[in-house]
């Protein structure tokens, strides 16, 4: 069965820190990848997501995500973290034909000390 | 901009209530989804449904089902609450010509 794993539950970094949130899945084929934030107190947002191409690709508020097809994985980075990136993150993956399901990784909760 | 929303943002109910959570979005999507969201397990989909009053089970369905009779409505039942479905229930809803998933602001229901 398809799985995302992420593999940092809890992560506590000071303002202007950089970032590296690990991303792994596990489907031999081809996918959509994803990477959602959830503030406190928000509903859930796109903060980037990959379909096809370069496999860099650059989401809001400075974050951006490399797809490593061999590694399975779609790690999200920011170079400088600030006090407001303080949220849960979840990395998902949709198969690209067929269903439209979602797997959801088990989320990432970031603390960003000011 | 799409704009998904849920009847409650919070709810308490008691075992063995009936508990109806009600999902509506205003941009004419074909897909719906609800899940459920626990610290530590992410989200995991209950249901989900593809057109009007077609519906197919996600991954932890036992307890709920659901119901869509308009496009835009998508309908999460607790037959029969437990203290084990105390949780934060968010839906969603997407495209068919793509695959970016909408969601809605959550209900967190807690079942006494």
């Known amino acids: 069965a398809q799985s995302v794993s992420q593999h940092n539950h809890h992560v506590i970094l000071s303002e202007a820190a950089s970032l590296e949130l690990g991303c792994n899945y596990s489907y031999g084929g081809t996918v959509n990848l994803f990477w959602y934030v959830q503030y406190p107190g928000q509903h859930l947002q796109l903060l980037l997501k990959?379909?096809?191409?370069?496999?860099l690709v650059k989401g809001i508020k400075g974050f951006e995500a490399e797809f490593i097809k061999s590694k399975f994985s779609f790690n999200l980075r920011k170079p400088s973290v600030q006090w407001s990136d303080t949220a849960e993150y979840f990395c998902?993956?949709?198969?690209?034909?067929?269903?439209?399901?979602?797997?959801f990784g088990t989320g990432t909760r970031l603390k960003v000390l000011a | 901009d799409v704009k998904v929303t849920q009847s409650s943002r919070y709810l308490v109910k008691r075992t063995g209530e009936k508990v109806f959570l009600e999902c509506v979005q205003d941009m004419d999507h074909e897909n719906m989804f609800w899940y459920r969201q626990d610290p530590g397990l992410g989200l995991r989909l209950i249901y989900f449904?593809?057109?009007?009053?077609?519906?197919e089970k996600g991954d932890i369905p036992e307890g709920y089902s659901v119901s869509r009779e308009k496009k835009e409505r998508f309908s999460l039942i607790l037959e029969s609450a437990s203290t084990n479905q105390t949780s934060m229930y968010l839906c969603a809803s997407i495209a068919l010509d793509r695959y970016e998933q909408y969601f809605g602001p959550g209900t967190r229901l807690t079942v006494t």
């Open positions: 990959y379909f096809s191409g370069d496999p």
């Open positions: 449904s593809y057109d009007v009053k077609m519906k």
């Open positions: 998902a993956v949709s198969l690209t034909s067929g269903t439209y399901k979602y797997i």
